[in-house]
């Protein structure tokens, strides 16, 4: 029999044998290992002949009063080793310690949220678990996001997301704005609706449902105000890089102008212009719901982002 074990044949050996066999290797003792585990030592013999049965291979061998391992016991010992250790602290776990977390946790946010919040998430990141590492994946996984049951992402920041099992909390209210260059050469008074309706926009268009795009079109529409969108792109960073250099004009989060409005040289366009706010929140999915480090980060998302909502009002 091979000494190296197919998936269905794994499923069929009782695990516990295999902590038996790594207390023996540990040991190089069949009567020490039975004192560590608190059995006798003809259940170490007994569990020791099952394993070998398993793995087609003798494992340990007499050497004077004690034992050695042969080379595939010698090859396992580190790996068992391993596992029993990390299985053992996972099992043992004592409180959360946010110092000494060493995760690495997934946050899905659009650029909006990347540009806005993500480097006061990344500050407190540091202090709070200095040992931790944050992955940060942007809009185009978000096309994936109806199920944040999968292990790809831990923590969504964004219009609330809607499945089985997802839970949502309410972050803030984001607005949007209508933004121009400053030196636009129409759009440096009060604009009326006419007007309005005679600049071209640079609109964004994201994942179907996940960003303003929609409900910017609806707030225009209900205002009877036409909106010509003549370029697309798929940022709102990239919206406000060509308003700043173009005649064009950009619908944008709040929290996008309070940071890069200034040094790209953009304002506000006064008139009665279309307002959206959009609900944003925090979602996640029952598979970290109580993990204590998976409320300790969504905390500190939490507290990063809504300090925040002051200076986007």
């Given at each position: ?65 004690g034992i050695v391992p042969t080379p ?106 209508l933004v121009a260059r400053k030196d ?61 250099a173009t005649d064009l004009v950009a ?63």
């Amino acid at each position: 029999m091979s000494s190296y074990l197919t998936v269905r044949e794994l499923s069929s050996l009782d695990l516990n044998l295999l902590l038996v066999l790594s207390t023996v290797l540990s040991e190089q003792s069949v009567a020490r290992a039975a004192k560590r585990l608190h059995v006798t030592p003809s259940a170490v013999s007994n569990a020791l002949a099952r394993v070998r049965a398993a793995l087609g291979d003798p494992l340990v061998v007499r050497k004077g009063r004690g034992i050695v391992p042969t080379p595939r016991a010698a090859e396992l010992a580190p790996i068992l080793g391993r596992a029993m250790a990390e299985l053992e602290r996972a099992i043992a776990a004592g409180p959360f310690d946010a110092v000494s977390c060493t995760r690495t946790f997934t946050l899905a946010m659009a650029d909006v949220g990347q540009v806005a919040w993500l480097p006061s998430i990344a500050s407190a990141l540091a202090r709070q678990m200095p040992n931790a590492r944050l992955r940060v994946v942007g809009i185009d996984a978000l096309l994936s996001l109806g199920d944040l049951g999968s292990t790809e992402v831990d923590l969504h920041v964004g219009v609330r997301a809607a499945g089985p099992g997802i839970h949502a909390e309410p972050l803030l209210d984001e607005r949007t704005v209508l933004v121009a260059r400053k030196d636009h050469p129409r759009c440096t008074r009060r604009l009326t609706r006419r007007a309005l309706g005679s600049l071209r926009h640079v609109g964004v268009e994201m994942a179907p449902g996940r960003g303003f795009r929609d409900r910017v079109a609806s707030a225009y529409a209900r205002a009877r105000i036409e909106r010509a969108v003549t370029l697309t792109v798929p940022t709102f960073a990239a919206a406000a890089a060509v308003a700043a250099a173009t005649d064009l004009v950009a619908t944008l989060p709040v929290s996008l102008l309070t940071v890069h409005g200034t040094h790209l040289g953009l304002r506000t366009i006064d008139g009665p212009v279309p307002v959206q706010t959009v609900p944003m929140a925090l979602s996640w999915h029952d598979r970290t719901h109580t993990d204590p480090a998976m409320c300790a980060f969504r905390g500190l998302v939490r507290r990063a982002i809504t300090p925040m909502t002051s200076r986007t009002r």
